[in-house]
């Protein structure tokens, strides 16, 4: 009786790690798709799937916007997708339990970029200020414009209006400068807040690796409490 018991023990225990080691080597191909906003099939995005640091699966979404790849079963995985038009599109995966064989159908929305499209608005400044807040508009153009090669923007700035107030010395040498202006001394045209938050934006995108020929400036009335928005004015199609 006690042979018998200690035979089907083993033969439990030998099932389960025959199942544990076949599950080990199980894959799940996942038949994906990948759409925009209104759901039109998106072609030529690479397909990344990584597993924490490690590439577990690439492929290329065909004009169906349709792709394949082979992933192990209960990860999670970070599917990235890169193509001209898109920018860190990164989204969280899981790929269900299983120890046989299954076959997942998934789609994935992404949003695009188009001519003309506005990227993004920031609140930037302090009313009546040039100095410019912290914002991720600092980090997230150049990161873009690195990114897609053919990208190139207009920042819109709303000027505002002045809240400093004017100390006697400022009005002695406004006066003075006047004074001069009627003599035929010519005179250096005051910078305006918008003049002022222009290098400013200049600036601290220049530090940050952003080639100034890819981005323009323009006056703008934006809504508060937005004074700052980014608009794509150029932007490659071939994909």
């Known amino acids: 009786m006690l042979k018998m018991l200690i035979k089907a023990m083993l033969l439990i225990v030998s099932f389960f ?7 080990q080597g199980v894959t799940f191909l ?50 990235s997708f890169e193509r001209n038009d898109l920018f860190m599109s990164k989204q969280d995966f899981r790929v269900p ?12 929305q992404l949003r695009t970029f188009a ?9 930037l400044f302090p009313a009546g ?27 819109l700035v709303s000027e505002g209006k002045t809240t400093e107030k004017k100390s006697k010395a400022d009005k002695k040498t406004k006066a003075e400068k006047k004074s001069k202006s009627k003599k035929g001394v010519s005179s250096t045209p005051a910078q305006t807040l918008y003049d002022l938050r222009v290098e400013e934006i200049r600036s601290k995108l220049a530090i940050a690796g952003a080639p100034e020929s890819r981005f323009t400036f323009e006056k703008a009335n934006l809504k508060a409490p937005f004074d700052v928005s980014v ?6 199609s071939d994909f």
């Open 115 to 123: 001519k003309g499209d506005t990227i993004q608005q920031f609140p």
């Open 30 to 79: 996942i038949k994906g798709k990948v759409v925009d906003g209104q759901k039109k099939a998106l072609q030529g995005v690479q397909v990344i799937a990584r597993d924490g640091d490690e590439v577990s699966g690439k492929s290329k979404s065909t004009a169906s916007g349709e792709f394949t790849m082979t992933l192990k079963p209960g990860r999670y995985y970070s599917m």
């Open 97 to 108: 339990d299983g120890t046989t064989y299954q076959e997942i159908s998934q789609e994935f």
């Open 129 to 155: 200020q040039s100095n410019a807040m912290p914002s991720p508009l600092f980090t997230m153009i150049p990161e873009m414009l690195k990114k897609m090669p053919h990208l190139k923007i207009k920042v």
């Open 231 to 236: 608009i794509i004015t150029t932007l490659a």
């Open 17 to 23: 790690l025959t199942e544990q080691i076949i599950a």
